[in-house]
């Protein structure tokens, strides 16, 4: 879209600061013109159907894979993360918006409910329609991937969005402005509003119809009340501390091997990265000896150097040297690297053991290339202890026989067995957190409902004699309204 004389902000190379692009900021009084035309938008992207969309969609993927190292250059450029994990990051975000594409038309289709004895002579239907303008907020770790899991699903189902991608990536968010807009069959479907914190609280008490958050739980809840105050809905993805159990039957090589790049990889800036491990004391010695082993082969850098990259926001060097520091201070031992390893703009990976549970390194997000691994006695424990943290966002359980059923005793939105991440790539499951990792979903069908609404039709098929819902009922209706719920016990309805 054309750009006013708006004040505007860099963003900047994370190894060496540079400023590497200009972007507008976006004004409250911005966000109110964009939400405008989106809503004129909206009627016509509702009207052309799901096939259409679906076809728009699927163009716009090929596209991107089309310019996948364009796109992967970018967020390499602006994260500083290795180009084969920003190729890897573009490939599943596409696959998030074919699989929205090419489902949309079945989950939202009407669905048939039984309408109960007592208004046997009713057909009951649920409709969904698409909520109208979507407001989605970004964060930088995954700069495609987090928010085309909103974005395409919210698109597939109908919506127009505005997208506020994070201050630290917003050529991505551009990028894929720009891109959709190639394949759109008009314009204001889909509209990226950059700026700064600001501009993300200006979206909340916009007129949009819901709101999508990814970012920090600090964030997600200003957003959570300030949406509130405008009575906008919200999904809400945020941080994690996630687990990782491994039993005493676990492939402890494999076990190593994931949890150690799921703590590691892209800088451990993932939210669903390890941060904490529990392990069978009868197997820890191992875990422990082939962690350090595996940590003294990885190391950080630029991209084409490191196996992965600097921390992307300064800031968080100091959350996690402190982090370092509080696990050691309370009594944690560094089996690997140590404060040491902290070196601006990298963090070298960090392996901890002992850390008391009451540590903060234990307690809150770390958001780095650390690793925290502590003994169990038994898989109750392990539970009790995972269970334990303020957020419940993922986690991981290595068990050749005890998967499934330590699993369901996880409070947390996803688990992988015998893996890490997966859930991620795969587009048919719901994606999300409970307790402080938030709440709503993305991805699979249920992510796709968040943008829609459920309206309820009911329709008289034919009429009874009996007439419950007027004031011309009788005395012997009621007692028979009475007798029958007697009788029934539930299953008038
Ligand atoms: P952040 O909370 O600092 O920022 C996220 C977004 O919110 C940015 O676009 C920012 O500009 C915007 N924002 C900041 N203040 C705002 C305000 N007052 N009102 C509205 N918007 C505002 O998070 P971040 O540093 O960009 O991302 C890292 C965090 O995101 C980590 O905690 C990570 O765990 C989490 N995350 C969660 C998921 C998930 O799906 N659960 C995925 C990726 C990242």
Redo the contacts with the bound molecule.
């Keep these: 879209m054309a750009t006013k004389q708006r004040p505007s902000f860099d963003s900047h190379n994370p190894i060496n600061g540079d400023a590497i692009g200009t972007y507008p900021i976006f004004s409250k009084s911005d966000i109110a013109d964009v939400v405008i035309r989106a809503r004129i938008a909206t009627v016509k992207w509702q009207r052309i159907g799901f096939s259409a969309r679906k076809q728009v969609l699927l163009a716009w993927s090929s596209l991107i894979m089309k310019r996948i190292e364009q796109i992967a250059e970018l967020i390499s450029r602006e994260t500083g993360k290795p180009m084969s994990d920003a190729r890897l990051e573009v490939s599943i975000a596409v696959n998030h918006i074919e699989w929205a594409a090419r489902h949309a038309d079945s989950i939202m289709r009407t669905s048939f409910r039984r309408p109960g004895l007592l208004m046997a002579n009713m057909a009951a239907t649920v409709e969904r329609s698409p909520l109208g303008v979507i407001g989605v907020?970004?964060?930088?770790?995954?700069p495609i991937f987090?928010p085309v899991g909103s974005i395409s699903y919210a698109l597939a189902a109908g919506n127009s969005v505005l997208f506020?991608?994070?201050?630290?990536s917003p050529g991505v968010g551009m990028w894929l402005e720009e891109s959709f807009n190639e394949v759109a069959p008009f314009a204001d479907i889909f509209t990226t509003i950059t700026g700064?914190?600001e501009t993300?609280?200006a979206?909340?008490v916009s007129e949009i119809d819901k709101l999508s958050?990814?970012?920090?739980?600090?964030?997600?809840k200003?957003?959570a009340a300030?949406c509130a105050s405008a009575m906008i809905p919200v999904v809400l993805?945020?941080?994690?501390k996630d687990p990782v159990i491994v039993a005493a039957d676990a492939d402890i090589k494999r076990a190593v091997d994931a949890t150690m790049w799921s703590a590691m990889a892209n800088a451990g800036q993932s939210?669903i990265g390890a941060e904490r491990v529990y392990v069978d004391e009868k197997v820890a010695d191992e875990f422990i000896a082939r962690a350090v082993e595996l940590a003294s082969t990885i190391h950080a850098g630029g991209p084409g150097e490191g196996n992965y990259g600097p921390a992307t926001?300064p800031s968080q060097i100091k959350v996690i040297s402190s982090h370092i520091k509080a696990a050691i201070a309370d009594g944690g031992t560094c089996v690997y690297g140590g404060p040491q390893s902290v070196k601006s703009p990298y963090v070298q990976p960090v392996v901890l053991v002992n850390v008391p549970e009451s540590s903060v390194a234990m307690r809150e997000?770390t958001?780095g290339p650390i690793i925290i691994i502590n003994r169990v006695a038994t898989m109750r424990e392990a539970i009790d202890l995972s269970n334990a943290s303020r957020f419940g966002?993922g986690a991981n359980v290595w068990s050749k026989r005890q998967g499934k059923k330590i699993a369901s005793q996880l409070q947390c939105g996803m688990v992988a067995i015998n893996s890490t991440f997966a859930f991620a790539a795969i587009a048919s499951v719901p994606?999300?957190?409970v307790k402080d990792?938030?709440s709503g979903r993305?991805h699979g069908p249920e992510g796709l409902l968040e943008y829609t609404f459920a309206r309820t039709v009911v329709r008289t098929r034919f009429h009874l004699p009996l007439k419950l819902l007027s004031f011309k009922r009788r005395p012997r209706e009621d007692a028979l309204v009475i007798k029958l719920t007697k009788l029934l016990k539930g299953r008038l309805s």
Excluded: D, H
């Excluded at 907020?137 to 995954?142: A, L, S, V």
């Design positions: 907020i970004g964060p930088w770790n995954y987090t506020k991608p994070s201050e630290y700064l914190a993300g609280s979206l909340c958050f990814t970012g920090s739980t600090r964030t997600a200003l957003v300030q993805e945020c941080g994690g939210c926001m997000e958001f966002l994606f999300g957190g990792s938030g993305v």
